[in-house]
């Protein structure tokens, strides 16, 4: 392993460690939030307030996946570091692989559940003839599809930042934030409609409404997860993270 990936946690004082960690966390936490942001404004934009409920009821749902990501993710960025700092290369192997492939394996069985149980869960969070449709479509997307790759880029952020790769974390979090931000008015709108209260007018668009905010957050999402495989490609022969299944036994 190489000197400066471990420098952080050996060799840095506390205070200056934690200031490292800490503000480009939060920074990367931040931009999470705008997905939720970004699509609630843009599909405020169409003017129908029946979409626009639809986020709301979804949002408790969709959330369900940034738990379980800081579930595992957290954990296992706990056990990662504290064995990196103490040179324990098999505990933090273990603990990145199995947090990495517990949260997909919980992620698929929510999305399992949330696919077979749409109707009596959407029911009891309140969606009504209004509602239902568009609520169903957008979890459709973002959760029984997209969950996946939500929570494997999520926690990948986990892993990657617990060996202080912070630039990394931070890169593939904004990544997803800023992609969702670009994608959500091509997929929601078409050609012709207006924004801003008329002050821009859309070149070309694909028009699937709250649809098209879900497909967003879902390509969003999976090009981060992406962008996170290729940075644990490059440092695999310099890091004591895995995530080799084999490792969580």
């Known amino acids: ?95 990145s692989a199995f947090g990495f492939w517990a949260s997909l394996a919980t992620t698929a069985v929510l999305a399992i559940v949330l696919g077979v149980f749409m109707k009596p869960i959407l029911t009891f969070f309140k969606a009504d003839e209004f509602t239902f449709s568009f609520s169903a479509r957008y979890l459709l997307w973002v959760f029984v599809i997209g969950g996946l790759p939500t929570v494997a880029g999520l926690i990948l952020g986990h892993l990657v930042r617990a060996v202080g790769k912070i630039k990394e974390a931070g890169i593939g979090l904004s990544i997803g934030g ?33 649809s098209g905010a879900a497909v967003a957050t879902m390509l969003s999402n999976t090009i981060s997860m992406l962008y996170f495989f290729v940075v644990l490609a490059k440092i695999r022969k310099n890091t004591i993270l895995s995530i080799n299944p084999k ?3």
């Open 1 to 95: 392993m190489k000197k400066n990936s471990s420098e952080l946690f050996t060799n840095m004082p506390v205070g200056k460690a934690v200031a490292t960690l800490a503000i480009p966390t939060v920074i990367s936490q931040i931009v999470v939030i705008l997905y939720s942001l970004a699509d609630t404004f843009f599909v405020g934009q169409i003017g129908d307030p029946n979409q626009l409920a639809a986020l709301s009821i979804t949002f408790p749902i969709f959330t369900l996946l940034t738990a379980v990501a800081n579930l595992f993710g957290i954990g296992a960025n706990s056990v990662t570091a504290r064995s990196l700092g103490k040179n324990d290369e098999a505990t933090a192997k273990k603990a």
């Open 178 to 210: 800023i992609l969702n931000i670009i994608l959500d008015p091509i997929f929601i709108f078409e050609k012709g409609d207006t924004l801003f209260n008329g002050a821009f007018t859309m070149p070309f668009g694909f028009g699937i409404d709250v």
């Open 247 to 249: 490792r969580t036994l």
